[in-house]
């Protein structure tokens, strides 16, 4: 998100970058601004799934 109270949502450029450098790295967990969001296994894969699910939804 650009800007969560505002529920923005990234520019497309921004989300591609952050994947592609993100794709370098291995990580399990993910902890989220809020106490309960924080996923425990798969992180990269999430990411990465997330980010194709964002990028597909704002091309079509």
Not at 14 to 42: H, K, P
């Amino acid at each position: 998100m650009y800007s969560y109270p505002n529920l923005i949502p990234e520019r497309p450029p921004v989300v591609r970058r952050a994947a592609e450098i993100l794709a370098g790295y291995r990580f399990e967990a993910i902890y989220g601004a809020w106490w309960d969001a924080v996923i425990r296994a798969d992180g990269e894969e999430i990411v990465q799934r997330s980010a194709k699910r964002y990028l597909d939804f704002v091309s079509s």
